[in-house]
């Protein structure tokens, strides 16, 4: 009985989880940006990445830092064959996210590799 309401519980709670709002354009996160007065989360994937697949399904479908993102920043996924984005982001490694000031277009911080929802939140939380 306790494990049926636990698993009614879960499944309520990811049909009713708020998902978070993905842009896919650099240009259109930069233009949102100003026009809220946020700053830019830009994550950096590739289809044949399987950090960045992990990263999508735990870290950025976790309730917490899908409400902390919404919140503070405009975010903006950019797959690394295919997307257009300024060439100073060209990460080194990926999944990358950075932290993107829309006034200046200057990196202001970013978060290389694969982060755990804690991880996420305590990193960009400092800055």
């Known amino acids: 009985m ?21 842009l896919s354009s650099y240009d259109a996160a930069i233009k949102k940006g100003l026009k809220e007065n946020k700053r830019v989360l830009m994550l950096i994937y590739s289809d044949y990445c399987s ?3 992990k990263m999508q399904k735990k870290t950025l479908s976790n309730e917490k830092v899908v409400a902390f993102i919404q919140k503070d920043f405009v975010f903006v996924k950019i797959n690394r064959e295919k997307g257009e984005y300024p060439k100073e982001f060209i990460p080194r490694f990926i999944p990358t996210t950075y932290l993107i000031d829309p006034k200046s277009q200057e990196e202001i911080y970013a978060l290389y590799g694969y982060k755990t929802a804690t991880q996420f939140l305590d990193e960009l939380s400092d800055e």
Request: one cysteine or more; proline letters at 4%; hydrophobic letters at 55%.
């Open 2 to 22: 306790y494990k049926g309401f636990i698993l009614l519980f879960l499944l309520f709670s990811t049909l009713f989880a708020q998902p978070l709002e993905t």
């Open 51 to 53: 950090w960045c697949e």
